[in-house]
């Protein structure tokens, strides 16, 4: 992959996207930077020296050196763009006002599309959207999307969703909404994970003949084969921490585990059901995902076929212990 072009930033007419490109057409990369962080790297480059650029996030570097510019960004991506090219590019960039390019969200399966307006030329008529310009984070995006026809079903009080949510065993067979999926997805990249490491991958079953599988794999529970089906994976190398192995082992499970907590309460605001499945068997699971991953459970979603109320919980006091 090889450093292509700046580009304006999303969100900001003063800083600025620098854009990698690969062979095939989405293989792609950027790094946002902002007014100050562009400030800085245009100062190192006009004196064409070497020096380091601390970005923002107070993880993420850019090492000025005089063949090579290396980035070093939070999320363990490693870039690099020859440091001339770079210089050519950014300094030919900041000689001229730019505005920001307006970012706008149409809800597709399984993610939402990102897509940039173009430029009108002069003699067409302005170009007026119908949506708000929103920040350029795609996890943004669709936890704050809302759908074009108002849903009754969507519940917002989380104190509510507590309260009501219940597990099922029986699905209508009514067809999930495609944004309803892309929000509990999104919700499940929001849960907390050991040093935001995000130890953990999501596996969206889609194929009939293998949620079938899935089924023998799960000590053939029947309703794994619903609507929709997530497999909730540990990826214990993400975890960059020096700890041993079953510590890190056990990170990923919890970060697994978490996500898919947040997957099946989004589900419930959302006006579905789930199922949580542990009872798996996890080398038949691994084989029929064609992975390596560990499975920590399995969350199956769906409309439930009638609505039931949530079940009694033991009192607070017996499940509480305080220690003074």
Not at 190 to 198: E, K, L, R, V, W
Not at 258 to 279: E, F, K, N, R, V
Not at 290 to 296: A, E, H, I, N, Q
Request: proline share 5%; charged share 30%.
């Amino acid at each position: 992959m090889e450093f292509s072009k700046v580009e304006p930033a999303y969100t900001s007419k003063d800083g600025c996207r620098l854009v990698w490109e690969g062979k095939g057409e989405d293989e792609t990369d950027t790094v946002i930077l902002s007014k100050n962080e562009l400030d800085s790297l245009v100062e190192i480059l006009k004196k064409d020296v070497a020096g380091r650029v601390h970005l923002e996030d107070m993880n993420s570097s850019i090492m000025v050196n005089s063949d090579v510019t290396q980035f070093t960004l939070q999320d363990h991506r490693q870039l690099e763009a020859d440091t001339f090219e770079l210089q050519k590019k950014v300094l030919e960039f900041v000689k001229i006002p730019h505005e920001p390019k307006y970012v706008y969200i149409s809800s597709k399966e399984f993610y939402p599309s990102v897509w940039v307006r173009k430029e009108k030329k002069k003699d067409e008529k302005k170009f007026a959207p119908k949506r708000t310009p929103q920040k350029p984070s795609l996890l943004q995006a669709i936890l704050s999307s809302k759908p074009e026809q108002k849903d009754k079903a969507v519940q917002t009080d989380i104190f509510k969703i507590f309260a009501t949510r219940r597990s099922t065993r029986k699905f209508d067979n009514a067809k999930v909404e495609s944004w309803k999926i892309d929000k509990i997805l999104a919700a499940a990249d929001t849960a907390p994970t050991a040093g935001n490491f995000q130890g953990l991958k999501i596996f969206y079953i889609k194929n009939k003949t293998t949620k079938e599988a899935l089924v023998e794999a799960a000590n053939k529970q029947p309703y794994v084969n619903a609507p929709v089906v997530l497999v909730f994976c540990m990826d214990p190398s993400r975890v960059n921490l020096k700890f041993p192995q079953e510590i890190l082992d056990k990170f990923s499970l919890q970060d697994a585990t978490l996500a898919a907590a947040y997957a099946q309460l989004a589900a419930a605001g959302l006006g579905l059901s789930s199922i949580w499945i542990g009872m798996l068997d996890e080398k038949k699971i691994q084989t029929i995902l064609g992975t390596d991953l560990r499975p920590s459970s399995i969350l199956c979603i769906g409309y439930p076929d009638k609505k039931r109320p949530p079940k009694s919980r033991r009192k607070l006091k017996e499940l509480i212990e305080v220690i003074k």
